[in-house]
């Protein structure tokens, strides 16, 4: 049997672009595997490891994985330009999927967020409120907001992620592996990403493929 297509890709986009959602997308659709530099992290602070550089832990984990299997790769890296150059030095990227959403529609969507903190459990005050403002539906305890999620920490988040990214956007953009994909809302975005990915990768799922989701 013939090893799948192979591609290795990039994604970058603010915290609270929909880069989680379209990764799962992805993974659903074309079987790729994904990586997320976020996540990396926090297993690695629940089990209390030594950390490493997060640029070596990534080429490392890379590397592993790459000696084992022959399938797709997505990252939620790099950041700066010094581990993008790092990178290349340890494989060729095909293509970088910027997911280029407004500050002002990242930030109202992250500071709605609030949680019960003993259960982890995340409302948005848009999209997903609680039944009684302020109170979880489960125990009728108070729900709190993060302090990553208050409007003044969002912002400087944002202005930091612009600062540190674009210099990362346009490496990649001399090299002609940026595509952005533009938009408000990630529904409206992932179509115009499915029809990107279709062009070099076939869908694997067994279902709604005339309509992806």
């Known amino acids: 049997m013939a090893p799948p297509p192979l591609l290795r890709a990039v994604i970058m986009g603010p915290p609270g672009s929909g880069k989680g959602t379209i990764s799962a997308r992805i993974i659903k ?88 903190p003993t259960s982890g459990r995340v409302y948005n005050l848009e999209f997903s409120p609680p039944k009684v403002q302020g109170i979880d539906d489960i125990t009728g305890e108070p729900l709190v907001q993060r302090d990553d999620d208050k409007p003044e920490t969002v912002t400087k988040r944002l202005q930091a992620y612009d600062a540190q990214t674009k210099p990362v956007l346009e490496y990649y953009r001399e090299k002609g592996l940026l595509k952005s994909f533009s938009g408000t809302e990630t529904n409206k975005i992932w179509p115009h990403i499915y029809t990107f990915l279709q062009t070099k990768l076939p869908d694997v799922s067994q279902k709604d493929a005339a309509t992806p989701r």
Do not use: Y
């Not at 209390?48 to 997060?54: D, N």
């Not at 293509?95 to 992250?110: A, G, M, N, S």
């Open 29 to 116: 659709h074309f079987g790729m595997k994904h990586l997320s530099s976020g996540d990396l992290l926090r297993d690695n602070m629940q089990k209390k490891t030594a950390l490493m550089p997060l640029a070596d832990t990534f080429l490392r984990l890379f590397l592993e994985i790459r000696a084992v299997s022959n399938v797709c790769r997505l990252f939620c890296f790099p950041r700066t330009v010094a581990q993008a150059e790092a990178l290349d030095k340890e494989c060729q990227i095909d293509t970088v999927i910027d997911l280029d959403v407004p500050f002002e529609t990242i930030k109202c969507r992250l500071t709605a967020r609030w949680i019960h």
